[in-house]
């Protein structure tokens, strides 16, 4: 089993940055790939980037250029910077934790972010 704590959410700005935290903790030997969703009321979880092998990655073309996705592997923990935000960035945001690139089988229970106009 895996678990997965997210931090970092809040209240800001647009223009503004945030970092978001994902610490795992657990049977880490088989996690190769993590990722960031994030989801809004009545709508479906959607994609924001993954990184797999701790250096591969992948983003929405909707965050390319404004959000970067990293891992510390020593710390087990993945990042989020996201900046330059925008009030549609406002979501849950998710840390997911899988063996490869698109099958998270374990997730966080999400930290809000919002961004005011």
């Known amino acids: 089993q895996v678990q997965l704590v997210e931090s970092g959410g809040g209240l800001v700005q647009a223009g503004g940055s945030l970092r978001l935290s994902c610490a795992a903790s657990?049977?880490?030997?088989?996690?190769?790939?993590m990722a960031w969703y994030r989801q809004v009321p009545g709508k479906q979880r959607e994609l924001v980037a993954t990184?797999?092998?701790?250096?591969?990655?992948n983003y929405a073309d909707s965050v390319k250029g404004r959000f970067t996705i990293s891992r510390d592997s020593n710390k087990n923990t993945v990042y989020l910077q996201m900046n330059s935000l925008k009030p549609e960035d406002t979501a849950v945001y998710y840390c997911?934790?899988?063996?490869?690139?698109?099958?998270?089988?374990?997730w966080g229970q999400g930290t809000q972010v919002t961004v005011s106009s």
């Open positions: 657990g049977s880490m030997f088989s996690i190769n790939a």
């Open positions: 997911g934790a899988g063996e490869r690139l698109w099958k998270y089988d374990y």
């Open positions: 990184i797999t092998g701790g250096r591969y990655t």
